[in-house]
């Protein structure tokens, strides 16, 4: 068995835990927050078997999508007298960061 962690947007979490369902994958959905952007994404994990693991990754990788983002630099130390005029700059953010981690044991109780 496999575990797959996708950190997604929180846009896109929705849509691909209804269709994971759809597909018999479960999935839990928790709400995350990046470290870089320190805005809400969604983690997504997904106890799956080997044999179904591409079918997964698959349905992720339709349903994710990457997307630009603006961010304003925190600004540096400023002597005294000087203006800082923060410039916005872009980062990709997406479409998903997946890892998949062997499972040693799995159980229902
Ligand atoms: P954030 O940490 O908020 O990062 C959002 C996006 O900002 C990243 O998109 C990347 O394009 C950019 N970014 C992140 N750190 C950066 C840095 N030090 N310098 C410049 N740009 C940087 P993604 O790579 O697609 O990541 C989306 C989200 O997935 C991340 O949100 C974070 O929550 C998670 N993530 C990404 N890589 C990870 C990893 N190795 N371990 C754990 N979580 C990860």
Do not use: W
Not at 48 to 55: F, G, H, I, N, S
Request: aromatic fraction near 4%.
């Amino acid at each position: 068995m496999k575990l797959v962690i996708a950190i997604v947007h929180s846009d896109d979490a929705d849509a691909l835990v209804r269709v994971l369902q759809q597909k018999g994958a479960r999935s839990t959905r928790i709400s995350t927050t990046g470290g870089f952007l320190r805005e809400g994404n969604a983690t997504i994990l997904i106890g799956t078997e080997v044999a179904q693991l591409e079918e997964v990754l698959g349905t992720i990788r339709e349903n994710c999508h990457a997307r630009t983002q603006l961010v304003s630099p925190l600004p540096p130390v400023a002597e005294a007298g000087e203006l800082y005029i923060p410039r916005p700059v872009e980062v990709q953010v997406g479409g998903a960061i997946v890892f998949v981690l062997d499972v040693e044991r799995a159980e229902r109780f």
